[in-house]
């Protein structure tokens, strides 16, 4: 037995309707907090100022009931947490961690000097020669920040985790994922940094989702490390496809869970399909 009950979570972003590839992906973190015997939260992913919008919360929790998911009350929404995510970038501003960077992608994609084929994770790695020198006074974060402040990665080390799905995985740091942003010149904090300092804080012990987050699990596992914190376990499971083997994305309304709510799909003909592919214990 584990000496610390399970505590996972759901985590959906309120940027459009969840489909069914959410759905999927949910259904897998329910079925691995349940075998465990343990909890889930659901996080309220809402930092995309541009994307966000009321209505999709209200439609994710009413998907999410529909369809028989249960959480642990209340529903915590990173909009509410920005003092803690605030207090990390203090930490890893003090310990000479990270830099402001005033470049901007098209500076990034010239620098690499090739057309950037984009993929699962389309982040190009960030050009060593736009940093400034590691023993260079950083400037003060300031009340407001206006400008993007990046994670300096350690170049050249193996970053390894072990997938409960996946097996082993491994990154090399400098190489397969760069300098990522943890704060933007909006004064919001960057999915990564905001993700662990959730996942440290809400003592999540295993983090269930998508497999196109794979990368970005090298880069929490990193900023875990700096700031002190013991990493989670994961899972992350394979991405549903779409017909022509696409990605689903937000904007394939035929596949969102309200649609085929309004077709009278059950929620119970939904879940059955899922599933065909066994849950790992
Ligand atoms: N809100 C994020 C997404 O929908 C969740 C990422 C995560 O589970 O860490 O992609």
Known sequence: ?????YRGRLAPSPTGLLHLGHARTFWFAAERARAAGGTLLLRNDDLDAIRFRLDFVEAMIADLRWLGFTWQEPMISQSARLPRYRAALECLHAAGRIFPCTRTRR?????????????ADDEPVYPPQFRPPIDAPLPPLGETIAVNWRFRVPDGETIAFEDARCGPQR???GRDFGDFLVWRKDNLPGYQLACAVDDAELGITEVVRGDDLIKSTFRQLLLLRALGHAAPGYHHCPLMLDAAGGRLAKRHDALALRTLRERGVTPTEIIRQFHSEPVKP
């Open 1 to 5: 037995m584990p000496s610390v009950p």
């Open 107 to 119: 500076d990034v994609l010239e620098a690499i000097g090739a057309p950037h084929e984009g993929g």
């Open 171 to 173: 990154a090399v740091a």
